[in-house]
C-alpha cells in the first residue's frame, strides 16, 4: 500500500500522527513552504513536516503544484493520495496521478460545510453535531463521492475552535485509517453527495469578529440569542482572528466568555490593546 499524504496545519498533522500509529506511514508527505511566524517573523516548518521528520518521512515543499513536481509524484508509483488541509488547491492533473484515485479528509458531514471553514462555522452556527468524511475528491471543492463518515457531538456554548479542531482531527485520523484500506482493496462504498443540500463556508478575517459595544452590553445584561451568537463568535474565532470589540477608544479581545446562571453572556478573559491578557 503506497500512498502520499497531503496537508500543513496542525489538523492535518494529528490526521497524520493517527495514520502512524496505525501502522499506515505514508511514502511521503507533501505540505506548504516554511513561512516566517510570529511577532518576528522567524521562519518555522509546517507542523506536518515537523512530524514526517521525526518518523523519517520524505517531504515535498513545492511552491506551486506544476509539471515537474507532478513528475517527482509519479516517481513514486502511488496507489492513493490522502488529503487534510492541505491549504492548496490541487488541480485534477495531480489528483488522477494516483492509481486509485486520491481522498479527501474533511471535517463536517458532507455535503455540509464545504470549503476553507468547517470547524468555526459548525460553532457559528450554534450546531450541536457536526464530524468527519472521507470522500473521492474531484475537480469541484469537498464535492466527490462519500467513501465514509462519523458524527461528533459537541456544545458551541463550550467547545472552542482549538478543542473542537483536536477532535475533529483525532476522529478524521482513526476514520481515514479505517477507510484507506478498504479503498485500497477494493471494498469500500462510495455515494454519492446531496449537492442540493450543500452549505459553504469562507476563510473569516478580522472584521467578521468585530462585535459592536452595544451589542456586547445587551448580550451582558440580558442574554437572549445575542448571548448565543457572540458567545459562538468568541469560541468559533479562538485564536484565530480573535472576536473583538472597541471600549472606550480601545481595542479590545475577548478571549473567553460564558453563560451565567440567567442565561446571559459573562466575559471572563479579555486583552485591551496595549495590555496583558486579563480575567474577570
Avoid at 497531503?6 to 502512524?20: D, N, Y
Avoid at 513528475?71 to 489528483?95: E, G, H, M, N, T
Avoid at 476563510?203 to 448565543?228: I, M, P, R, T
Avoid at 440567567?262 to 490593546?273: C, D, F, S
Wanted: charged share 25%.
Amino acid at each position: 500500500m503506497t500512498y502520499v499524504f497531503f496537508g500543513t496545519p496542525r489538523f492535518a498533522s494529528i490526521v497524520l500522527e493517527k495514520m502512524i500509529d496505525a501502522g499506515m506511514p505514508p511514502a511521503a508527505v507533501v505540505c506548504n513552504p516554511d513561512r516566517p511566524a510570529g511577532r518576528k517573523k522567524i521562519l518555522t516548518e509546517p507542523p506536518v513536516k515537523a512530524l514526517a521528520r521525526e518518523h523519517g518521512i520524505a517531504v515535498l515543499q513545492p511552491e506551486s503544484l506544476d509539471d515537474a513536481f507532478a513528475a517527482s509524484l509519479r516517481a513514486l508509483a502511488p496507489d492513493a493520495f490522502a488529503v487534510a488541509a492541505y491549504a492548496k488547491i490541487i488541480p485534477q492533473a495531480v489528483i488522477d496521478i494516483p492509481r486509485l484515485g486520491t481522498l479527501g479528509v474533511h471535517p463536517s458531514l458532507l455535503p455540509k460545510y464545504r470549503g476553507a471553514s468547517p470547524i468555526q462555522s459548525a460553532i457559528l452556527a450554534g450546531e450541536h453535531k457536526t464530524g468527519g468524511t472521507i470522500y473521492l475528491m474531484d475537480a469541484k471543492m469537498d464535492h466527490g463521492p462519500v467513501l465514509a463518515e462519523r458524527s461528533l457531538p459537541f456544545d458551541p456554548d463550550t467547545e472552542t475552535y482549538t478543542g473542537l479542531e483536536e477532535r475533529l482531527a483525532t476522529l478524521c485520523g482513526g476514520l481515514l485509517a479505517e477507510t484507506l484500506p478498504a479503498f485500497m482493496g477494493g471494498t469500500a462504498d462510495a455515494h454519492p453527495q446531496d449537492h442540493a443540500a450543500a452549505t459553504f463556508t469562507k476563510k473569516f478575517a478580522s472584521a467578521d469578529a468585530f462585535v459592536d459595544a452595544a451589542d456586547l452590553d445587551a448580550a451582558v445584561a440580558h442574554g437572549g440569542e445575542g448571548a448565543s451568537r457572540i458567545l459562538h463568535m468568541i469560541n468559533a474565532f479562538s485564536p484565530e482572528p480573535g472576536c473583538w470589540t472597541m471600549k472606550d477608544g480601545a481595542r479590545t479581545k475577548l478571549l473567553a466568555a460564558e453563560r451565567d446562571g440567567r442565561g446571559a453572556l459573562r466575559l471572563t478573559k479579555v486583552q485591551r490593546e496595549g495590555e496583558r491578557p486579563r480575567d474577570l
